[in-house]
């Protein structure tokens, strides 16, 4: 295995992601795929994986379900959910769930290899920000302030960047939702409204609830 190599566990059994543990090895990243669905949980755990790819359809519980144990045992690792065909599961159920970011099955295996890779490219692209006293690294998706520290999701981490980005000035919702999702169909202002509400939650825990602003109808903005 080469050295700094990405490491993705796999929670996936269906037939039309069979060539999914190629495409992600094809772009350099080690891929171990779940074997026993029954220690979906201890497998992943044991992998110690920088990112998790969980199929909605599971032979035993289901996708959100481990999605839900993944968030509850290692609250720092990504978790991209595939939805299922025909019945979609809610977006926003997925990510209150524990669900980091979604892709829809229609993107195929070489689009959701596409995501996984860009979810770990934007990290690394980014440098540290600051507004006020409150700092986020990117990479580690941490953000500290004098009172303590939180771990954010990616997705999360990409919505305080833009809201960072573009302090003191009100950005539209709809400007947000580019910045998180970059031009993906596959995205909505409930997505938002959610990962919104998380980002205030653990600021909360900082004492810094007030941080991000709401303007009615249009948009949010952070201020120095």
């Known amino acids: 295995m080469v050295l700094n190599m990405k490491r993705i566990f796999l929670a996936s059994c269906q037939e039309d992601m069979a060539s999914l543990p190629e495409a992600l090895k094809d772009r350099n990243m080690d891929v171990r795929v779940l074997k026993k669905p029954e220690r979906a949980l201890a497998e992943c755990l044991e992998y ?7 199929d909605a359809v599971q032979p035993v519980n289901s996708g959100l379900f481990l999605c839900a144990q993944l968030r509850a045992h290692k609250r720092t690792l990504p978790v991209l959910f595939i939805q299922p065909n025909g019945r979609q599961v809610r977006i926003t159920d997925a990510v209150t769930i524990g669900a980091s970011d979604c892709v ?56 305080m960047r833009a809201l960072m980005e573009g302090k003191n000035r009100i950005q539209t919702r709809e400007e947000l939702m580019e910045a998180i999702w970059k031009g993906e ?40």
């Open 104 to 159: 829809t099955r229609a993107l195929g295996v070489q689009g959701i290899a596409d995501k996984a890779e860009q979810l770990f490219m934007r990290a690394e692209e980014a440098p540290s920000l600051r507004v006020q006293d409150v700092t986020l690294d990117p990479q580690t998706r941490e953000l500290r302030c004098a009172d303590g520290a939180v771990t954010l999701t990616p997705t999360e981490a990409r919505l």
């Open 185 to 224: 169909t596959f995205r909505s202002g409930e997505m938002l409204t959610v990962n919104v509400n998380h980002l205030r939650t653990k600021l909360r825990r900082l004492g810094r609830a007030d941080l991000i602003l709401t303007q009615k109808r249009t948009g949010y903005m952070v201020h120095d």
């Open 48 to 54: 110690a994986p920088d990112l998790a790819i969980v």
